[in-house]
């Protein structure tokens, strides 16, 4: 699988104490909800939303320091994703401490990734990487 990794700040500090409400997320400009509506379009967004997290696990530490939200563990359609195209999907991710994500929902890192194409040609980008309060889209 081919991946580039391009970092627009990549910011590893971790602020604790800060929150961002579960249905919160930043504001996106022409993209729209991610949609599967054949069986190969829901393997191609869940493959693509795995892949996401997984940038984001180990852009920040692996998972012994980090979780996503568990929005990236569920059905992909439910994942904060914003379909650009048909095999473009661009997932704004939460995440921090696995405890504090686990028992509290406290999100402290933003990472924001987006994957294109499917199958073997897909790309993975890390668009941003850091604290939540620092996005700016």
């Given at each position: 699988m081919k991946h580039s990794l391009t970092v627009s700040s990549l910011v590893l500090a971790t602020i604790t104490g800060v929150a961002?409400?579960?249905t919160a997320q930043p504001a996106s400009g022409t993209e729209t909800a991610c949609t599967a509506a054949t069986p190969a379009e829901q393997i191609a967004l869940n493959a693509a939303k795995n892949e996401a997290r997984?940038?984001?696990?180990?852009?920040n530490g692996g998972l012994g320091v980090y979780r996503a939200e568990p929005a990236m563990h569920g059905a992909a359609?439910?994942?904060p994703c914003d379909m650009l195209?048909?095999?473009t999907w661009r997932f704004t991710i939460r995440g921090g401490e696995?405890?504090?994500v686990a028992l509290e929902e406290t999100y402290t890192l933003l990472s924001v990734v987006t994957v294109q194409g499917t199958g073997r040609d897909r790309t993975v980008t890390l668009d941003y990487n850091g604290p939540i309060e620092q996005y700016i889209q």
């Open positions: 961002l409400p579960a997984q940038m984001a696990e180990v852009t359609i439910a994942s195209d048909a095999t696995p405890t504090a």
